[in-house]
């Protein structure tokens, strides 16, 4: 096989970061190339180089031998080059058809021809197995069916070089399967494609040969046959760990957090969460497993009352608190480390020892008004216990790292001393060294007696820290297995929505003990 | 014809006469703004601008006389003020709420600066040329209707024209669907290859002739003479008709008849001696203009996603 | 590749660096704003001398800067605590008019025979701040409310709702309020309800006392107060606000009241301290350039008073200029106003450095790292 594009020498620079350090990349015709780093390895950095998205700082790109510039996606669409991004790149209230046709010119001249454009779309759709309406419009279209949308919108196009950057985060196993399958075939039409991940069976899987990059540096690339997980992963990393975290045993206590049939809609008034019911007990991590947007977000807020309840109950400590109020809530025993750092969990513009005290702001009172040198006390004492590096806590939030920031949200929701502690995806985004130490904290929380409920779409976090998983697809619970026991296959398939014959069936009846107390 | 009806009829002429007549000005203004709105771009400058292009039509007219000559100088200086905006939104990426309100101060200073380095400090008004009503011949004679729909000035319905042409480019070309992409998501219009700086630039462009010749229509069709005061408010009234339009062209050709109705209905109360407050139907169209917006009745406008919101590409 | 000029990647956020940028545009706006002057065949340099030795280095004319700075801060002040709190209100000119309009009423009120009756000073004075604050706070407070509950876009109907006030106004010195004669205005408010004279033979008034106190007050709500950390948390990010358990919708209309509260504040310091009556056009677009007023002060309370001074005064030396030197007044707002869209423009200039070693060309290094 030819190598049909290359990269050379790419530098690119990001403020304090070089995100991508003297990078070279070949990719072959008819092949599909994974792109496998960890979060902050630099891999959408340079795929967003290669689609014209960043400018490069110095290096060149090559394809079939000739320089090409691509100053702006305007330039890489023409030669043929498409990109599906991790977040989709559709405007919502359009159609399918105008999603497609959009910034191209063709037909018509000026005027748009979207007759012609449907049925070329839904030729095509065809042709690939990719059912598709071409006047539905995209916001009202499931995640899966928007993935299609964004493929066929290359494939409209004609691009013979498709980058694939993180496709599989929103799919079933089911739906990636179908996807790989359509990755194949269009690799036997000769296409290139470049699938950008950091989940190496799915490159075992599909890919004919992998690059990987660490701290924005290419390490190696290899034919996937000549290679293993075990090799790829000390690629990876950069040494030769298993993540791997080590909870000592302890007896959960009663149960501190019960929810029964509880139901939340989203804002479309969607059900997202359909009478789920749980119980957490003190010392215990309960993980949430499940593929994103199966309710998970939903239940988290529903349970801070960031979300209203339609109906069920929410019982702390024996307490009925459906219908508190957001700072009761806080105030009466559940804290909470959102997904989003930047914008739910911090605000950025405000210095380190203001975020410290957000959600306490009315804890830090001397008559009217703030108590600015206790408030100040207290964040020398989260730093100072967590481990929080920069320079001070009057430096601006936002200047800290992923890491240091979520230590700060995590120890400043731990110091807080409720008794139930909801965490969802506490270390996406995050390089080895903080995952360990995010680790490291929850099972510290744990063994002082918390109840935690662990939210995650990582499998391999929830199997290391979580003393049971439970699984949910469609808003509801498919199943709760013990985590020692828990085959990845079993979960795969209840996240999937299949139940499998013999896990633990749950639903409103888990009234008696967790089985797996004793690990 | 007996006297009541006859009033009545005047009074029913006279009304629609004037609320024809008043809203050809800020609909102009709020189609130029529909682009820019469309493109991701809230541009409050329009009022400022339509000051600016009242001047211009103005000294044109004063000095040559010729009154076409006299529009387009006023699209031309909306334009080139609008550059100015679009530089300051787009490219700066200044908020664009800030830069547009100050930008109305800038432009009323240099407004009656300008005004009064040309005119001199001459007490009257110097008033100019302007478009005369039409009266199609015949058509004129329709009782109600004739005098109300083809007694207006070809300025009104070259407006109407425009109205459409907007609907037709906005929905129904490749250029106006780039334009509403950079509106809605612009990194997806990004992504599809637009450059989504030149549809906000094109956009604010736009909204400048607009409102440059919404100007140039107040003082050649309605005023026929420049002062401060002139535009008072209707650029920030045209900013409401877009919304109450639904940023769309036609709708806001309705909505703009509403607003004039609103006006001319206090004119033409004044008129025909009636004693409800002058001011409180001064006021309508703004009443009128917030309740829309605030999704009271009617539903709540959905704007363009990305509406205000600037966008860097790295 | 070494240039002059190098992109910064993380614009400087120094003070210094502030400082900088603000004079740099004030300086440009005012060499833009020189060859107006010379255009009308004045030294731009006595121009400029006209224009602030009149405001600032008269009595009088130092006494009229404080008259126009009031309202002007107390506005500023408005705009501090909505927009830091996430309100981006524009309404100033409609609470400064309600404000005037509550505070003109109670002073009509204590006019001998009418239904209060002359009261002394002291508790005329709370009455009609109290009057003009909940006036104003009730005219913003409104859109706040439609804001909070509705989601309706506060910008449009802020500015719309100017134009609501400034009728209703009109109609009440064209109507209930009007004093027999031919101008639409009212009486002139009994003397026991004007704000004292504060500096001997100048028009100075007390409406710039309580202009200092609203600053110092706004700053120690902003600053150390649980509900102005709790304001200013709403306005960077509501969904943080909403997580740690802040009433969004109840701040935003609380904020929207005390600033509304302001703005009717300052419309009371021109109606009791400087008019002494109600009149249409009372407000006079000090609304707007109060907000310009904040943003220039860059929504510090502390220097808004400072900043207050030099736009009022520059407004002081417009006219004395007018009359000196017949350049007309309204080349002082083109120079305010392109000071400010210098100074917005000015900010890009914040993400470059100037390279000193240019020459030898060395790029600048940055030091490998691994971002999150």
């Known amino acids: 096989m030819k190598d049909f594009?290359?990269?050379?020498?790419?530098?690119?620079?990001?403020?304090?970061?070089?995100?991508?350090?003297?990078?070279?990349?070949?990719?072959?015709?008819?092949?599909?190339?994974?792109?496998?780093?960890?979060?902050?390895?630099?891999?959408?950095?340079?795929?967003?180089?290669?689609?014209?998205?960043?400018?490069?700082?110095?290096?060149?790109?090559?394809?079939?031998?000739?320089?090409?510039?691509?100053?702006?996606?305007?330039?890489?669409?023409?030669?043929?080059?498409?990109?599906?991004?991790?977040?989709?790149?559709?405007?919502?209230?359009?159609?399918?058809?105008?999603?497609?046709?959009?910034?191209?010119?063709?037909?018509?001249?000026?005027?748009?021809?979207?007759?012609?454009?449907?049925?070329?779309?839904?030729?095509?759709?065809?042709?690939?197995?990719?059912?598709?309406?071409?006047?539905?419009?995209?916001?009202?279209?499931?995640?899966?069916?928007?993935?299609?949308?964004?493929?066929?919108?290359?494939?409209?196009?004609?691009?013979?070089?498709?980058?694939?950057?993180?496709?599989?985060?929103?799919?079933?196993?089911?739906?990636?399967?179908?996807?790989?399958?359509?990755?194949?075939?269009?690799?036997?039409?000769?296409?290139?494609?470049?699938?950008?991940?950091?989940?190496?069976?799915?490159?075992?899987?599909?890919?004919?040969?992998?690059?990987?990059?660490?701290?924005?540096?290419?390490?190696?690339?290899?034919?996937?046959?000549?290679?293993?997980?075990?090799?790829?992963?000390?690629?990876?990393?950069?040494?030769?760990?298993?993540?791997?975290?080590?909870?000592?045993?302890?007896?959960?206590?009663?149960?501190?957090?019960?929810?029964?049939?509880?139901?939340?809609?989203?804002?479309?008034?969607?059900?997202?969460?359909?009478?789920?019911?749980?119980?957490?007990?003190?010392?215990?991590?309960?993980?949430?497993?499940?593929?994103?947007?199966?309710?998970?977000?939903?239940?988290?807020?529903?349970?801070?009352?960031?979300?209203?309840?339609?109906?069920?109950?929410?019982?702390?400590?024996?307490?009925?608190?459906?219908?508190?109020?957001?700072?009761?809530?806080?105030?009466?025993?559940?804290?909470?480390?959102?997904?989003?750092?930047?914008?739910?969990?911090?605000?950025?513009?405000?210095?380190?020892?203001?975020?410290?005290?957000?959600?306490?702001?009315?804890?830090?009172?001397?008559?009217?008004?703030?108590?600015?040198?206790?408030?100040?006390?207290?964040?020398?004492?989260?730093?100072?216990?967590?481990?929080?590096?920069?320079?001070?806590?009057?430096?601006?939030?936002?200047?800290?790292?992923?890491?240091?920031?979520?230590?700060?949200?995590?120890?400043?929701?731990?110091?807080?001393?409720?008794?139930?502690?909801?965490?969802?995806q506490p270390t996406r985004g995050l390089d080895v060294g903080a995952v360990e130490s995010v680790w490291q904290e929850l099972i510290r929380a744990r063994q002082e007696g918390k109840a935690i409920l662990l939210i995650s779409a990582e499998l391999d976090e929830l199997l290391n820290l979580a003393d049971r998983i439970a699984v949910m697809f469609e808003g509801r619970i498919m199943g709760i297995v013990d985590a020692v026991a828990a085959s990845v296959e079993v979960i795969g398939l209840m996240m999937a929505g299949i139940r499998p014959a013999g896990a633990a069936n749950t639903g409103a009846t888990m009234k008696e003990a967790p089985s797996g107390e004793t690990v | 014809m007996n006297g009541p009806s006859f009033v009545l009829s005047a009074f029913v002429v006279t009304w629609l006469t004037a609320s024809l007549r008043l809203a050809g000005p800020v609909l102009l203004a709020a189609l130029g703004e529909t682009f820019a709105e469309q493109s991701g771009v809230l541009n409050v400058g329009i009022e400022g601008t339509m000051l600016l292009g009242a001047l211009a039509s103005f000294l044109v007219s004063f000095y040559s006389g010729m009154i076409w000559a006299s529009l387009i100088a006023a699209v031309l200086a909306g334009i080139a003020a609008n550059l100015f905006l679009a530089w300051m939104y787009v490219t700066i990426r200044a908020n664009q709420v800030v830069s547009g309100l100050v930008f109305n101060v800038f432009a009323v200073g240099v407004a009656s600066t300008v005004y009064r380095k040309a005119m001199g400090d001459s007490a009257l008004p110097e008033s100019i040329a302007m478009f005369q009503p039409l009266h199609i011949p015949g058509l004129t004679r329709i009782p109600i209707l004739g005098p109300v729909l083809f007694g207006q000035t070809i300025l009104f319905y070259a407006t109407l024209l425009l109205a459409c042409i907007a609907y037709f480019i906005l929905f129904k070309t490749n250029l106006g669907l780039a334009l509403r992409a950079s509106g809605e998501n612009p990194a997806a219009a990004a992504s599809a290859g637009i450059s989504v700086a030149r549809m906000r630039y094109l956009g604010t462009l736009i909204s400048g002739a607009g409102a440059g010749m919404a100007g140039g229509y107040l003082v050649l069709a309605q005023v026929g003479l420049f002062r401060e005061s002139i535009v008072s408010g209707q650029g920030f009234i045209a900013l409401g008709i877009v919304i109450f339009g639904r940023w769309n062209p036609l709708k806001a050709a309705v909505a703009a008849m509403v607003f004039g109705a609103c006006d001319a209905l206090q004119l033409s109360l004044q008129i025909f001696g009636s004693h409800v407050p002058s001011q409180l139907l001064l006021a309508l169209p703004y009443i009128v203009t917030i309740l829309a917006i605030s999704g009271l009745f009617g539903g709540k406008a959905v704007q363009p996603a990305a509406l205000m919101v600037p966008y860097d590409r790295e | 590749m070494a240039r002059l000029f190098e992109r910064r990647l993380v614009p400087a956020d120094s003070p210094a660096a502030i400082m900088a940028t603000t004079s740099a545009a004030f300086l440009a706006a005012m060499l833009a704003a020189a060859f107006l002057f010379v255009s009308y065949d004045a030294s731009p340099f006595q121009a400029y001398y006209a224009l602030f030795h009149e405001p600032f280095a008269t009595l009088r004319g130092f006494g009229y800067s404080l008259v126009r700075a009031s309202p002007l801060a107390l506005i500023a002040l408005g705009t501090i605590v909505s927009w830091r709190s996430g309100f981006s209100y524009l309404g100033f000119e409609g609470c400064f008019v309600v404000g005037a309009a509550a505070a003109g009423w109670v002073a009509l009120l204590t006019a001998q025979g009418a239904a209060i009756g002359p009261i002394p000073f002291i508790l005329f004075l709370p009455l009609a701040i109290l009057a003009a604050y909940l006036a104003g706070g009730a005219w913003a407070g409104i859109v706040g409310l439609v804001r909070a509950r509705l989601g309706g876009n506060e910008v449009l109907i802020s500015l719309m709702s100017n134009y609501v006030a400034i009728f209703i106004l009109q109609y009440l010195v064209s109507g209930p309020l009007r004093a027999p004669g031919s101008l639409p205005e009212s009486r002139l408010f009994p003397k026991g309800s004007w704000l004292p004279f504060i500096l001997p033979g100048t028009r100075a008034h007390a409406g710039i006392l309580i202009a200092i106190a609203a600053a110092g007050i706004v700053w120690v709500l902003l600053k150390k107060m649980p509900l102005g950390y709790e304001f200013i948390v709403t306005g960077f990010s509501p969904s943080a606000a909403r997580y740690a358990g802040i009433d969004v919708g109840r701040r935003l209309l609380l904020a929207s009241f005390f600033a509304g509260g302001l703005g009717g504040v300052a419309g009371l310091t021109e109606a009791l301290g400087s008019q002494h009556r109600l009149m249409d056009g009372i407000s006079g677009g000090v609304g707007f350039v109060g907000i310009v007023v904040a943003l220039l002060a860059r929504l510090n309370p502390l220097a808004v008073i400072p900043t207050a001074l030099l736009y009022g005064g520059m407004s002081v030396g417009a006219d004395a200029m007018q009359r000196r030197a017949s350049i007309p007044s309204s080349i002082t707002f083109i120079l305010q106003s392109l000071a400010v869209l210098l100074v917005l423009a000015f900010d890009v200039l914040r993400y470059y450095k100037i390279n000193f070693d240019f020459r030898r060309g060395t790029p600048s290094s940055t030091a490998p790292q691994v971002s999150e």
Not at chain 1, 104 to 123: I, T, Y
Not at chain 1, 245 to 250: F, G
Request: glycine share 10%; aromatic share 2%; charged share 30%.
């Open chain 1, 5 to 424: 594009l290359e990269m050379r020498n790419i530098v690119k620079r990001f403020p304090g970061v070089v995100a991508n350090n003297r990078v070279n990349l070949t990719i072959r015709a008819g092949e599909i190339h994974a792109l496998l780093g960890e979060n902050g390895a630099g891999k959408s950095t340079l795929m967003q180089i290669l689609y014209g998205f960043h400018s490069m700082d110095s290096g060149e790109i090559r394809m079939d031998g000739k320089q090409i510039r691509l100053d702006s996606p305007k330039d890489a669409i023409a030669l043929g080059i498409g990109m599906v991004h991790q977040e989709f790149m559709l405007v919502r209230p359009f159609t399918v058809v105008e999603n497609t046709v959009l910034g191209m010119r063709e037909g018509r001249g000026p005027l748009l021809d979207l007759e012609q454009a449907s049925r070329k779309l839904q030729e095509l759709s065809n042709r690939h197995g990719l059912a598709l309406d071409p006047a539905a419009r995209v916001g009202s279209l499931p995640i899966g069916v928007q993935q299609r949308v964004e493929i066929l919108k290359l494939l409209y196009r004609d691009a013979s070089l498709l980058i694939l950057d993180e496709p599989t985060a929103v799919l079933t196993p089911q739906e990636k399967d179908q996807l790989f399958a359509i990755l194949r075939k269009l690799k036997q039409d000769g296409r290139s494609v470049v699938i950008v991940t950091h989940k190496l069976k799915e490159i075992m899987e599909c890919a004919d040969r992998v690059t990987v990059m660490r701290d924005g540096q290419v390490v190696a690339t290899r034919e996937v046959r000549e290679t293993s997980e075990h090799e790829l992963t000390r690629l990876m990393v950069g040494r030769d760990v298993n993540l791997r975290a080590i909870k000592p045993e302890r007896k959960p206590g009663a149960a501190v957090l019960q929810v029964k049939d509880l139901r939340v809609e989203d804002e479309s008034g969607r059900e997202k969460v359909c009478g789920l019911s749980l119980e957490v007990h003190a010392g215990e991590i309960l993980g949430v497993a499940g593929v994103d947007g199966n309710g998970q977000s939903e239940l988290a807020e529903a349970l801070l009352h960031l979300r209203r309840i339609e109906g069920g109950q929410v019982i702390v400590n024996g307490a009925d608190v459906t219908s508190r109020s957001v700072a009761e809530h806080r105030a009466g025993g559940i804290s909470y480390v959102p997904a989003d750092r930047r914008r739910v969990g911090s605000v950025p513009e405000m210095s380190v020892a203001d975020n410290a005290i957000l959600g306490q702001q009315r804890k830090y009172v001397r008559g009217l008004f703030r108590d600015l040198d206790e408030a100040r006390k207290s964040a020398e004492k989260l730093t100072a216990r967590f481990g929080i590096r920069g320079s001070g806590i009057d430096q601006g939030a936002g200047k800290l790292s992923g890491g240091n920031l979520q230590k700060l949200i995590l120890g400043r929701e731990i110091l807080r001393g409720s008794a139930v502690l909801v965490v969802e």
